[in-house]
Each structure stands twice: as C-alpha cells, then as structure tokens.
C-alpha cells in the first residue's frame, strides 16, 4: 500500500469527514478530517490505538490529561481509555491506527 496521506487531507465545512485508508485482521487506519469549531464528545474504544497528527491543533484530552494536537504528535491509547477531541481554532487531520 501506498498513501500520500497530505493529498487525502478534505476538511468538511463543519464536522468530521473520516476516510478509511486499509483494514486487515490486525490493524485498521483511518484519516479524520475535523472541521474548526468541532468536538467529539468523550468516548472509549474497545480496541488499543495511535493518534498521529498530521495538520492543524486542537486538544486530546486522555484520561483527564490534555494534550496539545499539533503536527508530529504521535497518542498512544489503551484499550477502554476515556478520550475526547477539540478543533476548536483550527481545521484539524489525524491517523487513527486501531489494533485488533
């Protein structure tokens, strides 16, 4: 597989746009578009994952810890963690890489 994941980029005008980029038996990667002004209130997966970031800032809040969402961040998740997400000033793209 070959991805130029910058390309893919495609920000909504309010919202999240998400784009399945491959799914297997052991992994599936997804690229989410956020919109600035966007939240995705808490939630949990059942599955181990990565959050890679690739354009914008926003907030990641963790398990109650904020992280600042910038270029190069790379979020590590266990299976069952609390997180929520913020675009608030920014139009914000991330990987999201979950672990069967």
Do not use: W
């Amino acid at each position: 597989m070959h991805q130029e994941l910058k390309k893919l980029i495609e920000y909504p005008s309010s919202g999240i746009l998400s784009k399945e980029i491959d799914k297997n038996e052991k992994v599936e990667i997804s690229l989410f578009c956020m919109a600035k002004g966007t939240d995705l209130s808490e939630h949990t997966s059942t599955r181990e994952g990565l959050v890679v970031v690739l354009d914008g800032e926003g907030e990641f809040i963790l398990e109650g810890k904020n992280i600042k969402m910038t270029p190069g961040v790379l979020i590590h998740m266990q299976a069952n963690a609390v997180h929520s997400l913020k675009a608030q000033e920014k139009n914000t793209a991330f990987l999201l890489i979950l672990f069967n």
